[in-house]
């Protein structure tokens, strides 16, 4: 019975991941997919033609059966990426983010002319300048950061092969053996080195810490002296 509380005290001691940020970030994405996915929606019951210029009028901005399409799909898009992992709603929102807004400048580039595949006006470039900012801080929120906290579900986990820290000379004896560790090394490379230089470089090579080629080097000393 012990053991079993135990176990359990420590499941419910360890720390669990904030779930905040994906929260908001699900929203977010949800909110901006049901937008688009209505405005898409309306467009394909209201029988635009698909390659129209001029387009029609939904829910206050102009539309035709491409843009309706494009904007269909790209709901769905969002909505996969919201019920997936944090990682890829981030990685999705920031990329539909990006292309909202590209799109946003290609378009305002296009109005008036025959290049108006997607039957954009003024009201189209705005909301997508909108809609991009938008998705481009959310899918940021939590993720874009010098600082993550550990609960962060973007923080990357420690790995068990980064090593020990690194072990810098202190004493005078380490820092002579350093100066003396880089004179035999410098001397191997240039072929000058003597036997004993050559000895020692081979014994630090079989290490891969500075700190410990430094131990190997000063156990060469103290078995001479």
Do not use: C, K
Not at 115 to 143: D, I, K, P, Q, T
Not at 155 to 180: I, K, L, N, Q
């Amino acid at each position: 019975m012990q053991l079993r509380h135990s176990a359990r005290s420590t499941s419910a001691d360890r720390p669990s991941r904030d779930p905040w940020v994906f929260r908001v970030q699900r929203v977010g994405a949800l909110a901006v997919a049901a937008v688009i996915g209505v405005f898409g929606l309306l467009g394909f019951a209201g029988g635009l033609d698909f390659f129209s210029t001029d387009g029609s009028p939904i829910l206050g901005m102009s539309s035709n059966g491409l843009l309706s399409t494009v904007s269909v799909v790209t709901a769905v898009v969002l909505v996969v990426a919201a019920l997936r992992s944090p990682r890829v709603a981030s990685t999705v929102m920031m990329v539909v983010g990006t292309l909202f807004l590209v799109s946003a400048l290609a378009n305002l580039a296009a109005l008036r002319t025959s290049f108006n595949v997607l039957a954009f006006e003024m009201e189209n470039v705005a909301f997508s300048v909108v809609a991009g900012l938008l998705l481009l801080l959310l899918g940021a929120y939590g993720r874009v950061s010098g600082n993550l906290p550990a609960d962060s579900p973007y923080a990357r986990p420690a790995t068990d092969d980064a090593g020990p820290p690194e072990s810098f000379p202190s004493t005078p004896a380490e820092f002579a053996a350093e100066r003396a560790m880089r004179d035999a090394e410098v001397a191997v490379v240039n072929h000058v080195a003597t036997v004993d230089q050559r000895r020692r470089v081979e014994a630090m090579a079989r290490v891969h810490s500075r700190g410990d080629r430094r131990r190997v080097w000063m156990e060469f000393d103290a078995r001479s002296s």
